[in-house]
């Protein structure tokens, strides 16, 4: 293989490389934006897994998938589901026991690394969401970094690197061009 014909295979999975990053986090972004912190894809909000209290199934730090809405007195014993513990901690743990007072669905909850359940249990209209099985490991960590402060910076280097690469292969296509004007401007009168 050739020199020239590697460093344009280098060239091309560089930009293709740097360019998914920019998608990517661009995405991230502006769905965590759209949605009030949360991104959304296909109906699914993606959470970041905090804890490890449903360890081995779902590591900490894991990004997971969640289908918000729908009637939350559908649950049973076995599923799992996001809720709300208060206006600012919500949690995702398995049902392992399902209970109707009156008219209201309680459910009892308990994480799969825990040893005990939780102690307040929870009613239906504090769900969210049902946990789907989809998980990604350790996203939730970059993403947690991304949505920082210093994060923030993290998402303008891929579109800059990309921004630059860009520029330096136009400034490269013309300089070539105006050579190959230049050799076929010799000999030619006027």
Known sequence: ??????????SNFVTTILFLVLLVMVFVVVSSKASGGEPQIFGYELKTVLSGSMEPGIKTGSIIAVKPGGDMNRFKTGDVITFKLDEK???????????KVQEQVIYKTKGDNNKSPDINPVLSQNVVAEYNGFTIPYLGYFISFTNSKNGAFLLIIPGLFLLLY????IWKAISHLDSRGNKDDIGKTV
């Not at 860009?166 to 292969?169: D, E, H, I, V």
């Open 1 to 10: 293989m050739s020199l020239r014909i590697f460093r344009k295979w280098i």
């Open 89 to 99: 901690k919500i949690i995702t743990h398995r049902i392992i026991e399902v209970s």
């Open 166 to 169: 860009s520029a330096l292969t």
